[in-house]
Structures are given as structure tokens and as C-alpha cells.
């Protein structure tokens, strides 16, 4: 798979709007500094008790260091095990302005080193094969002075909420697992997958501008509207989708995707799953390009209802707009297939454009969460919660297996081919997504020896994709492994705090019954002689039956972390 | 620590909740209690304050101030407690608002049933803040170590009664919220990884339907819905657990009650300085007078027997029916943890003193490690129901932005 993009110059330009901002920012430090009780401020003595009393700063800078432990890796068998440094500063302002107006203002700066694994393991491509250039020093690093959170609370009566400004919405309450967390993208780029516990969602989503409002219209039984406007417009391109990491074999030599990017042996003769070769040379070059959408035409719109039927908490909702997920994209057909040659192409050599594009659709979602106390006398005391998500005509690639000339039907030895049945290698197909989770409370004394009434908090998951009118060939975008009409994921999720909650543990695994798993174990130690600071092990682990598809794409990329964090 | 339990496992057996009767017949304002003269508030607080006394810690006893509810409550008690009655199985009939009981024969069998309703319904305003009157507007909480190192965190909690209610706007009912006694809403505020978390709970009035806990984590942005149980988790790190919340906030009739007489005991009903003043490191109200307090005690058993307090006293003053001590056994019959609660006038709009609670400790005798909160409240907000609602979990940012 060959993917290009964008280097990240964004997160270091500086503009007017941008100047502006940082100028807030510095502005905002200076009005929360304490002062003597005799200074006064040149503003004046009603001010200064303005911000004393209405401005709250705070936030946390924290530092997490990452060493790959996989054992035999390719990507890390190098001297230098070391694939993170990341330092984070993170200031934030609460700001009361009346009382039916506030707003939450925070800033995101960070800065990673170059990393040695990432220079001498990312020097290959294929197709050409040739040496690449490492990754821009800065690519990791987040120092726009645009703010992070930028949201202004209104609230013109008690029924009515307007909330305006870059924010996070997220429908549902799956764990670890994404399925009506589709309003934010996700930046996929600095964080390893599946691994709630060393950065969640607050960290890993891209805030967007957005307007968002809820009217309570029945408070007593919680029936409350929400509906929230996206208008994409004001994001860069590349925040309006996932953002995320591909393969390193570009064909421009340049390595762009760092250190979850998917393996080297993941890489197939990726253009062979689009066509065959127009000559003798059984050789086809992807040109591919990633189309993100464009300003005009990526406006999302949301809407839900919420309400108690008795015990029974519910909600509808529906969002139209761009599915932002890196994983439901598809390529499809930039231009017919032509004979290319040296130097862009092996003699003879087929190429073939391709454009990688996010579905814009509408998706129909569903949640429900209902306690359960009892069940024929037996104690339960677990709640039950679902959600769904159904995408209408979403669409999918498709390949034939094996691979076969769609004009003589002569297999071309290749586990797979392109679909001769279906031209453009995208077939729509109406897909539904659901998790089924249990929450349940349990306290295991004997575990607990100093508090027997700490609680163990456990959490299991059933994740399923259904696509209805399934057909054989339904494949993952980046490579040959098909999708089945059933997609099953099983996670677990265990936590509780120990000796006064000093000593946290959380576990979170994940299983896929198609032979893949991963496994995110950490363990806090938040000292009792100070709350501001937390240091955390978290280890991330992979693996699977092979690495491509699933969570065995990392299957080479457990890592070990330790995060310091302080809060201010 | 070995020693403590063993002493206080025997208090257990041979003192609680035997008190002396006259325990307190030498006591006067201006009496200095300490190490050398323990014994003459012996059975008058729990037995681990009983203990620090032995060990050194001394106090002034002061003259009680009387200061009883507010004027709209005593006529609400007066108008509508005659229709009030118990079920046969100790539900309370026809109650409106004010004290359900206005007189309780504590020879009536019925009696426990009768004052713990009290309890339930007495005054604390129509809605209020807790925190609300200390310096810093939110409940500041120190959770203390064995060693004596403390970590310290900030909550706001903003509770609103829908029934019983006597002074403000629609009243003694909010309309549509009949089948609701009360809601609170409680967001962490400090320190920041906890900032924003904020827990919504409703109680019904229907004695068979659990309590509604819903949790919104700022850090996945969502809405989780609690099982009931997790009434009974540990809110660490402190160790209250949320039925400790007002001392006893658990469901009044998943519980059963015996009235274990009238006592005086020690309390401060007029707590001088908000916060305490206190050693780092250690729980105990320094500079602090202490008072003689005359109180109802009640036994409070759970009809599950998988509850997490198989036994637990609570001693509350006979006037306002505020809990000053509160004492819980484990299923060993080993004492387990020991709270009291100092009070502190406050006033109302209208300028009434009424009684708030002040500072409030919790020991847990067994792990060694206590919890210090100063929680006093402001009265008669005006909030409105619709602040008690998912929407407003929808939109907690972080910093834990509550109006």
C-alpha cells in the first residue's frame, strides 16, 4: 500500500489568528498569577477580583517514554529500542464571565525527539525499492497557538444549552472501542491502537469548531433534544478524518507515517487487487492519493433524543456528514490503469491512480442503558447498556480470491485479484454495528484486604458488524484479508485502587475470535503526599494469527510506557 | 494500630452502646477533657476519639447553643404532621412536608421507625450547596494516611429536595416530580484528572425503586450509568462510601431499625473556625470546644445481608435530628470506622439561623486512614430541576463547570 500525505506543517504555522491566540494565552497566565495582597493590578481592584473570583487555570504537563519489547521485531531490532518521548503541556482556564456564561479554554503543546528506531527501520520502500528519508524531526510536535478546547457555555434558560466553540461530542459508552464516537476524528498518528489506558479519548480526538445545543424538554424524565452543527470549514483538512499512520513504502521516498504505521510484510502487491497488468510485466504501481474533504462540502449535522422509560435510559440519534474513521475508508478508481516505465516504474510495469477516500453518509444511532439488580433473586447488580449504529449503503472493497484475468478467468496466482464483477472495486453494502456491554460493581474482599468495600469495576463487551447481503471478496481497504458478514470483538476491562487508591490498576483486552488479540495492562501510582502526581506503567501488547489484518497488524509493536504526569 | 483494634474489638463486646447514664453528671462549660480525666466523657463519643483522649488529645467543654429549624418548617410539621402514619411495614403514609413526626413516644415500638423518618425529612433546606459556605465555596477533602500524608481534593455538590419542600417557589411538591424525594449532583473539581467527573443521583420515593447513578468521565467524554450497589463502593480515596454521604443517605427502607435510647453525648453544634484547625497529618479539631448534645441513637441494620454495613449506630440531636456520631461494625463484629460530624450556624436569606453541617471525620479504625471534609452549606439556592438532568452531564467541561 502506498499512501501519501501531507506533512504536518500546520502544527507549526503561525498566523495572525494564531499570534492572537497565543497572545490570549499569555495574557490569560498573566491575569491568574498570584499577587500580593496589597498589589493591584493596572486594570483595577474590581477586575482583579473578576479574575480571582471567575478564572480557575489549570491543567498538567506530563512526560511518557515509550521502549518497544517485541521480541525478533523488524520494525524495532534496532540498538535503540526507544519509540517515545513524548512531553506534554496542557493549560487550561475555566472562565465564569455570568452565570448562565462560561468558557473552557485550553492550549496543547508538544514536543517529541527523532527517533533512532524510527531513522534506520524506515529507510525501505517498495515498488520502487529504494531507500526513503526518515520522518520530519517535528512530526510528532503540537505547538499551534490555535486553542485546544476552545467552548463557550451559554445558557439563556434553564431548559436551553448553547454550547459554541472547538469541542468534543461523544455519543455512547463503549469502552475501548469506537462506535458512536463518530462526531471528532481521531488522530491515530502518535498513539498506539486499542489502548484506552495509556492515552484515552480526552488526548487521542481532534476537537472541531462546532455549535452544539440541548433543550431538557422534560426534566423530570431526562427527555432532552441535542443537536450540533460541524461545519468542518474551520478545521485543516486533515482534522475533518482520522487522521492516522500508513505503510512507509511510498513511492516518492519519503518515509511519512511513523511508528504505528503497519508492518513491512503487510505490504502485497497491493495494485494487483485493483487490476491486472496491461503487459507481460506482472507488475502494477499504485499512484495513490488521499482525498480529504474539502472545505465546502464537509458540514456535519447531528441530532438526538434522550429519555427515561423508567429505569430504562434511552436515545435516538442521527449524524450526516463525513464517517471520519480510517478504518471504514475505501479506494476507489482515480483513472484507468496505463503502462508506465523507468524511472517511475519497473520496465513494462502497469500504474494505476487511486484515490483513498471517507464515506460521506448518513448514520443512525441507538444507545439504551438499563440497571439490572436482581434476576430471580440472584444478585446481579450489573447495568446492561447497548448501541448501534447502522450505516446505510456504506461501501467496501472488493477483490476476487484468488486472483484470476477477468478476460480468459486464468488464475493469476495471487490470493486475490481485482473484482471482475464489480469495476469500480467498491461494492455498498447496509452494515450495522452494535456493542453490548455489562457493568457490573464487585467487591472481592480477600483482594482487598484494607478495604473490603473497594470496588472492582468490570466491564464486558460484545462488539459486532453485521453487513447485510454479504459477498465473498469484501476485503479491508489496505490489503487482501476479507471481511466477513460477521466481525466479533470481545473486551474486558478491569480496574480498582489499592491501599487508598495509591496503587491503580486497570487491565483492558481485547479479543477477536478470528485469532487476534491485544492486551493494555497499567498500573498508577498516585503517592499519597501529593495529588498533582501520577506515574503510570502501561505496557501494549498485540498479536494475532497473522499481521494483517485486526490487531496483528501491530503484532511487532508491543511496547512498554512510563508516563509521568503533574498536575497544576 | 494491632493494639487500637484490640482495644476498641473489646469496646465493642462490653461498652457499645452501653453508655453510662451519667456519664457526662460532672461535666460543665469551662471543663478541660484529657488524658486524666477521660473517663467522664466515656460512652459520650466513639471510641477511637475515646482513644486519642487517653492518648493525649484534650479539649474545652463549652455551653450549647440552641438553635432549632426554621420558622417554615415548624408550621409545616405543625400542618401536616397529625395525617402522617407508618405501613405495616414501616413505610411512611401521607407525608407532605415539615418532621413527620412532630412527637415521638420513645416507648412507641414504632419509635426507631418514627425518629429515622425524622432523620430523613428533617429541615436541610429546599435545595442547597454543600460547600457553599465554606471560604472557597466547595468541599474541600483531605484524604489522610496512616503516615499522616494527605492528599487533598475539591467537590462541588448541589443538592435539590422535590418533595417536602417549604420555602421556596413551588412548594411542598415540584410538579411532575412526585415519585422523587431529592437529587444531588456532585462534581470533582481538584485535582485535575478527576476534575469534571460528576455523578447524578436521584432517589424515588417508590420503596422498591433503586436509586438512579449516573457518572460522567470526562476522561471518554461519556455518560456511564452505575449499578445500585455501587452505593456501597468506597469513594476513594476517601472512606466514605456513598450512602456515608449526610452520614446515612441510603435508602430508608432497605433497612431495618432498633431505638437504642436517648443519651447525651458530645458534640459542636457551633463549629468555631471553618476549616478546623488540625496537625498535618492528623484528623483531630484543634482549638475546638466540645458540647453536651442531647441525642437519639438508632441501630441500623440492612435487610440485604450482602450490604457492606452489617451494623451501624448513628447518634443524632434530639432537636434537629443532625448526626453527630456515627459508628459501623464489620461482619466480625469488629468496630470499623467512626464519624462525627461538627455543625455550624449559618443564615438564611431572611436572616433565621438554622444549623449546617460544618467539618465532618471519618475514621476507618482498621486501615488507619481517615477523611476530613469541610462541607458547611448554603440554603435555599433556587435551583432549578432542570439543573439535575443528562443534559447537564453532557456539558460538565473540564474543571467541573457547574452552574
Known amino acids: 500500500m502506498a499512501l501519501s500525505g501531507q506533512p504536518r506543517e500546520y502544527r507549526q504555522r503561525t498566523d495572525v489568528t494564531g499570534t492572537f491566540d497565543l497572545a490570549l494565552l499569555v495574557f490569560l497566565l498573566l491575569l491568574v498569577q498570584p499577587s500580593s495582597s496589597t498589589a493591584q493590578s493596572i486594570f483595577g481592584k474590581n477586575f482583579d477580583e473578576f479574575v480571582n473570583d471567575n478564572i480557575k487555570f489549570s491543567g498538567f504537563t506530563e512526560n511518557t517514554t515509550g521502549l518497544a519489547i517485541s521480541h525478533g521485531s523488524h520494525f524495532f531490532d534496532t540498538s535503540n529500542p526507544f519509540d517515545m518521548n513524548r512531553f506534554t503541556i496542557q493549560p487550561e482556564f475555566n472562565i465564569k464571565f455570568r ?158 507515517y511513523g511508528r504505528w504505521s503497519a508492518h513491512p510484510e503487510t505490504r502485497i502487491a497491493f495494485g494487483r487487487l485493483f487490476t491486472n497488468p496491461l503487459s507481460a510485466a506482472a507488475v502494477v504501481v499504485p499512484i495513490t492519493d488521499r482525498e480529504l474533504p474539502g472545505s465546502a462540502n464537509s458540514w456535519k449535522f447531528g441530532t438526538r433524543i434522550l429519555h427515561n422509560f423508567g429505569n430504562l435510559n434511552a436515545g435516538l440519534g442521527y449524524i450526516w456528514g463525513y464517517n471520519p474513521q480510517a478504518s471504514d475508508m475505501v479506494f476507489k478508481l482515480a483513472g484507468a490503469p496505463s503502462l508506465c516505465g523507468p524511472p517511475a516504474c519497473p520496465p513494462g510495469a502497469t500504474q494505476l491512480p487511486l484515490k483513498l477516500v471517507n464515506d460521506r453518509t448518513s448514520i443512525y444511532a441507538a444507545h439504551f442503558n438499563y440497571p439490572i439488580t436482581e434476576i430471580l433473586t440472584l444478585p446481579v447488580n450489573t447495568t446492561v447498556r447497548g448501541e448501534m449504529a447502522f450505516f446505510p449503503n456504506k461501501p467496501y472493497n472488493i477483490s476476487d480470491y484468488p486472483g484470476r484475468n477477468c478476460q480468459t478467468g486464468a488464475p493469476t496466482g495471487l490470493i486475490a485479484g481485482p473484482s471482475c464483477q464489480h469495476a469500480s472495486q467498491v461494492i455498498e453494502k447496509n452494515t450495522l454495528r452494535y456493542i453490548l456491554g ?27 458488524s453485521i453487513i447485510f447481503d454479504h459477498e465473498d471478496g469484501i476485503r479491508v481497504f489496505s490489503g487482501a484479508e476479507r471481511i466477513n458478514r460477521f466481525t466479533t470483538a470481545l473486551t474486558f476491562r478491569v480496574a480498582t485502587g489499592y491501599l487508598g487508591d495509591t496503587i491503580l490498576p486497570d487491565i483492558f483486552a481485547l479479543y477477536d475470535p478470528e485469532g487476534y488479540y491485544a492486551v493494555n495492562p497499567a498500573i498508577t501510582y498516585a503517592p499519597p503526599w501529593n495529588e498533582r502526581i501520577r506515574l503510570s506503567l502501561i505496557a501494549a501488547i498485540y498479536g494475532g494469527r497473522n499481521k494483517f489484518k485486526s490487531t496483528g497488524l501491530f503484532a511487532e509493536k508491543d511496547s512498554l510506557f512510563l508516563k509521568l504526569r503533574y498536575q497544576f | 494500630m494491632f493494639f487500637l483494634k484490640i482495644m476498641l474489638g473489646a469496646a465493642v463486646l462490653f461498652f457499645i452502646p452501653a453508655q453510662s447514664p451519667g456519664a457526662d453528671s460532672d461535666l460543665k462549660p469551662g471543663d478541660i477533657i484529657g488524658p486524666q480525666n477521660w473517663q467522664h466523657v466515656q460512652g459520650m463519643v466513639g471510641e477511637n476519639l475515646l482513644y486519642r483522649i487517653k492518648q493525649g488529645y484534650s479539649f474545652k467543654i463549652k455551653q450549647g447553643r440552641s438553635i432549632g429549624p426554621p420558622k417554615d418548617y415548624v408550621l409545616a410539621t405543625k400542618h401536616y404532621s397529625e395525617q402522617v402514619g407508618l405501613s405495616t411495614n414501616g413505610e411512611l403514609l401521607n407525608y407532605v412536608a415539615g418532621q413527620p413526626f412532630a412527637e415521638v413516644n420513645l416507648k412507641d415500638p414504632l419509635a426507631a421507625q418514627k425518629l429515622i423518618w425524622n432523620f430523613y425529612w428533617r429541615w436541610i433546606g429546599d ?66 484528572d478527576t476534575a469534571g467527573t460528576t455523578t447524578l443521583e436521584i432517589r424515588y420515593g417508590d420503596p422498591k425503586r433503586e436509586d438512579d447513578l449516573y457518572v460522567y468521565v470526562p476522561s471518554i467524554r461519556r455518560v456511564r450509568r452505575a449499578p445500585p450497589i455501587q ?173
Request: glycine share 6%; hydrophobic share 35%; aromatic share 14%.
Open chain 1, 99 to 256: 452565570d448562565d456564561l462560561t468558557s473552557f479554554i485550553s492550549w496543547r503543546f508538544v514536543k517529541e525527539p527523532r527517533y533512532s528506531m524510527e531513522s534506520k527501520s524506515r529507510k525501505q520502500s517498495v515498488q520502487p525499492a529504494a531507500n526513503g528519508t526518515p520522518l520530519v524531526p517535528t512530526y510528532y510536535d503540537e505547538y499551534s497557538p490555535v486553542p485546544w478546547e476552545a467552548i463557550l457555555d451559554y445558557k439563556p434558560n434553564d431548559q436551553l444549552t448553547v454550547m459554541w466553540g472547538r469541542q468534543f461530542i461523544s455519543w455512547g459508552e463503549a469502552d475501548g472501542i469506537r462506535l458512536l464516537d463518530l462526531i471528532n476524528s481521531q488522530d491515530s498518528t502518535f498513539s498506539p491502537p486499542v489502548a484506552p489506558n495509556l492515552f484515552n479519548l480526552d488526548e487521542t480526538r481532534i476537537p472541531s469548531w462546532m455549535l452544539r445545543t440541548l433543550y431538557t424538554v422534560e426534566p423530570e424524565t431526562n427527555t432532552i433534544f441535542e443537536f450540533f452543527a460541524l461545519p468542518g470549514a474551520l478545521e485543516k483538512p486533515k482534522e475533518r478524518v482520522d487522521e492516522f499512520m500508513g505503510t512507509n513504502d511510498t513511492s516518492d521516498r519519503t518515509v511519512k
Open chain 1, 438 to 464: 455489562f457493568d457490573r460493581t464487585t467487591f472481592i474482599p480477600f483482594l482487598h484486604p484494607d478495604d473490603p468495600w473497594r470496588a472492582f469495576n468490570l466491564t464486558f463487551q460484545l462488539y459486532q
Open chain 2, 127 to 192: 435545595d442547597y450547596k454543600t460547600g457553599g459556605g465554606t471560604g472557597e465555596g466547595k468541599i474541600i477533602r483531605y484524604a489522610i494516611e496512616k503516615d499522616g500524608s494527605e492528599r487533598r481534593a475539591d467537590v462541588l455538590h448541589h443538592t435539590i429536595k422535590t418533595r417536602g419542600r417549604v420555602s421556596l417557589g413551588s412548594r411542598p411538591i415540584l410538579q411532575g416530580y412526585e415519585h422523587i424525594d431529592w437529587m444531588q449532583l456532585r462534581a470533582d473539581e481538584y485535582p485535575r
Open chain 2, 231 to 403: 452505593r456501597c463502593a468506597t469513594i476513594a480515596p476517601s472512606e466514605f462510601n456513598f450512602d456515608d454521604i449526610n452520614t446515612f443517605n441510603a435508602k430508608i427502607s432497605n433497612f431495618n431499625y432498633r431505638f437504642l435510647g436517648k443519651f447525651k453525648m458530645l458534640g459542636n453544634l457551633s463549629q468555631e473556625r471553618i476549616p478546623f484547625q488540625r496537625k498535618t497529618g492528623d484528623y483531630l479539631p484543634l482549638n475546638e470546644s466540645w458540647e453536651i448534645v442531647d441525642s437519639y441513637a438508632i441501630e441500623i441494620t440492612p435487610k440485604d445481608p450482602s450490604y457492606c454495613y452489617p451494623r451501624k449506630v448513628i447518634y443524632f440531636d434530639s432537636q434537629n435530628y443532625e448526626v453527630l456520631w456515627s459508628m459501623v461494625w464489620d461482619a466480625n463484629g469488629t468496630y470499623w470506622k467512626e464519624q462525627f460530624a461538627l455543625r455550624t450556624p449559618v443564615k438564611l436569606a431572611d436572616g433565621q439561623e438554622v444549623l449546617s453541617v460544618g467539618s465532618v471525620v471519618i475514621n476507618n479504625v482498621q486501615n488507619g486512614r481517615s477523611t476530613v471534609v469541610d462541607a458547611v452549606r448554603t440554603y435555599n439556592q433556587g435551583y432549578q430541576p432542570t439543573l439535575f438532568t443528562l443534559a447537564t452531564l453532557q456539558t460538565v467541561m473540564r474543571g467541573g463547570s457547574l452552574r
